[in-house]
Every structure is written in C-alpha cells, then in structure tokens.
C-alpha cells in the first residue's frame, strides 16, 4: 500500500480587506483629523499674529491630506498575512508632523493616533524606539509650550503612551495566538480529511475484495471442479462429462453477468429485476444443488418483510459464501439455508452435515481456496456494516451451523 508523504502547506491567499482593520483605520484617521483641527485652531486662538501662520495652515492641510490618503492605500492593498503594512506613508505623516511641532507645538498631541498607527504598521522592535522618540517629543513640546508649567502634561504623554503600546503589544499576542490555533486547526482537519480517504480507500478496498471473494472467486472455484470432473470422466463417460462442460459453461455466463453489474456497482444478478431476498435464495439453492451435486433445500420462516437492497444483497453473499465453505471443506451430503424473519430481526441460517470443527480452531484452507484470505471474517465485516452479527454453531463430526442476524430497525439499515 502507498504512504502518502507530508502534507503540503495550504497555499498563501491573497489578503481580502478585513472590515474591522477598516474601521479602525476610520476611527484613528477621524481622531487624527479631530485633533489636528483643534491644535490647528488652538494656534491661531493663541497666536494670531504669528509669522509662521501660512506654514502651519499648509502643513495641516497637506497632513490632513497625506494621512486619510495612506490610510486607504494601505487598506485597499492589505498585507498578505504575517507581513506588516508599507511603512512609508507613516514615514510621510511623522516627518510631516515632526516638522509641525517644531514650529507649533501646539500640535504635539496629533502624536496619539500616529502612536497606534506605527504599532499596526512597523515589528515590535523598530515600532516601540518609534513610539518613545514620538512621546519624548509631545513632552518637549509640552515644555515648549506659554505659561507655567504643569506636572501633569509631563507624565501624561508617557502613561498614555505606555498604556497604548502594552494594550497593543498584549493584543497583538493574542492574535498572534490565534492565528497559530486557527492554523493548527486548519492543519489538523486536513489530516483528518486525508486519513478519512485513505480509511475510505481502505474500506472500498475491503468492500471490494470481499465482492470478488463471494462472486468471481467462487465461480471460478465451480467451474474449476466442474472442469476437473470431465476431465475425469471424458473418456470413460462422455456425456457425462459434456454435462460437466454445460454446467462450467452456465457458471461462467453467470460470472460474466456478475461481473458486469460488480462494474457498474449494481446489486446482485439474484436480485435483479424486482426479485426478493427468499426467492434469490431458493434460486441459489437450486443452482447449487444442480451444479455441485450437493443436495441444498431452502426453508422460509414467517412473513417476509421487505429489506434494503444493501441488507439483501449482505444475507445473499454470505449464504454463497457458507455454501462455497460447505462444497470446499465440509464433505457434507446435504445443506439447508433457512430464511427467518422473526420480528425485529432478519435472520439466515445455513447448515450442513458435514464433519464440523471447532470454531476456536477453523479447518485449514483447502488448496483450492489458498490464498484467497475471506470467508467467516468477510461474513462478520458485512454485517458489522448493518449492525447484525453472526453465530457460527460446530463440534467436530457434527455438522456446522452458521447464523447471520440483521436488525429490522429502521436506524440500522
């Protein structure tokens, strides 16, 4: 059997625009825009005859343009994942903003969204020296700023900015987390999905050799004893011999119209064309009697109830097979297949006369059925699928008795 190797890796999709990133970036360009308009007009409040005026209206207009516009290149061309955005439109609107403080510091406290925007943007280790050199520069321009003093606008601007980078940077970590669990995820379904297959290829091909096993293999066993048989008897009884011919000649027909349906995964030839479980057992017990020269009878127990094609076609094959370990191993003179249908349960039982065994010690295979490898364990295999069991009843010198039950509940078949 072939072992497939390693699994590859899903391949890297392209990223889609993430509806929360967008309104994120909404959120952070609309507070961008908010403050820079209030240190814009807290600037021409404060210093109406300032020189420098027409630099700072050109300034937070060209800021005012420049980040909303990086904000939606970036978003519209999201990174693939485990990339971080471009850094140049935050290299744009820091430097833009680094030169307006100079002039104004007024404009110190635009620094909180940027604050966000390079953690989203740059690796941790170049983002927090950005973000520390950012907030050095609000507490100068603080400091820069008319009029006395205060303590607060000194720590301010380093707890905000400490607070934002660890609620951030904890975040980040749990995404990232999340990312590895969903991965995993992802990972191990597709396993599972491929181990399903090969479980699946493996059951087919059960499935499959059992099919063989009660159809073409008993077949060709049928018709190799009926062949051996005229060989024997080609001289010395021609007729009987030709009948042995005709016989082999019917089996192989029937194995060929077999064969067919076992292409196209149809249901047995037995119970083709409408035929029932009961009547597709007296036909083989005929066959088999005309064919072996072994005397089977069928008995049918009580009012039949109709079963599903694949319960059908379970009961049919296992009756074939019990009948094919009667002719090969049991040296019995007669066998009986008894179709029963007691109530809640369905339940087949084949007998012989035969010399028996011990059922903890099964016979060993025939020399002509070495090799074949099926029989009890392919009779228990098809109807574990059903839910049914089977019973197999034998002393030595006793004759054997083998029993397949199926349930009648809906639920089972």
Same mark, same amino acid.
């Given at each position: ?127 927090v020296p950005l973000v520390a050199a950012l907030t050095l520069l609000v ?67 059960? $499935? ?37 011919? $005709? ?84 040296g019995a003179s007669a066998a009986a297949l008894t179709l029963s249908f ?72």
């Amino acid at each position: 059997m072939h072992h497939p190797g390693p699994l590859p890796e899903p391949p890297v999709l392209p990223a889609s625009p993430d509806p929360d990133a967008g309104r994120l970036a909404v959120l952070l360009d609309s507070a961008f825009l908010l403050l820079l308009a209030t240190s814009l007009s807290r600037f021409l409040t404060h210093h109406p005859d300032n020189p420098r005026i027409p630099w700072v209206i050109g300034l937070s207009t060209v800021l005012a343009t420049v980040q909303p516009v990086g904000s939606w290149l970036a978003h519209r061309r999201p990174p693939a994942p485990g990339q971080r955005r471009h850094p140049w439109p935050l290299a744009v609107v820091t430097v833009l903003w680094v030169v307006l403080v100079v002039i104004a510091p007024s404009f110190s406290w635009c620094a909180v969204p940027l604050v966000y925007t390079a953690l989203r943007t740059l690796p941790t280790r170049a983002a927090v020296p950005l973000v520390a050199a950012l907030t050095l520069l609000v507490v100068v321009g603080e400091v820069r700023l008319p009029g006395p003093l205060d303590a607060n606008l000194l720590l301010l601007p380093p707890a905000v900015a400490a607070l934002a980078t660890g609620v951030f940077l904890y975040m980040e970590r749990q995404a990232e987390r999340q990312r590895a669990l969903i991965a995993d995820l992802v990972r191990t379904r597709r396993e599972l999905a491929a181990t399903e297959r090969r479980e699946g290829t493996l059951a087919e091909r059960q $499935r499959l050799a059992m099919e063989i096993h009660d159809t073409l293999a008993q077949g060709l066993s049928s018709q190799q004893m009926l062949l051996q048989a005229a060989d024997r008897t080609w001289e010395g009884d021609p007729a009987t011999a030709r009948r042995h011919v $005709r016989t082999a000649a019917a089996v192989a027909a029937r194995n060929l119209a077999e064969a067919r349906r076992f292409v196209h995964d149809l249901a047995p030839a037995e119970l083709a064309d409408g035929r029932t479980l009961d009547q597709a057992l007296r036909s083989l017990a005929e066959r088999e009697s005309a064919e072996s020269g072994l005397p089977v009878r069928f008995h049918l127990d009580g009012a039949p109830v109709p079963l599903p094609a694949a319960a059908q076609s379970a009961l049919l094959r296992i009756a074939q097979g019990a009948l094919a370990n009667v002719r090969e191993h049991a040296g019995a003179s007669a066998a009986a297949l008894t179709l029963s249908f007691l109530g809640d349960q369905a339940v087949l039982d084949i007998a012989d006369d035969g010399r028996g065994f011990a059922p903890a010690s099964p016979p060993p295979p025939s020399p002509s059925s070495a090799g074949r490898g099926h029989g009890l364990p392919a009779m228990r295999a098809r109807l574990r699928q059903l839910g049914g069991t089977l019973t197999v009843e034998s002393a030595p010198g006793e004759g054997t008795v083998v029993s397949a039950a199926v349930p009648l509940t809906p639920d089972r078949l």
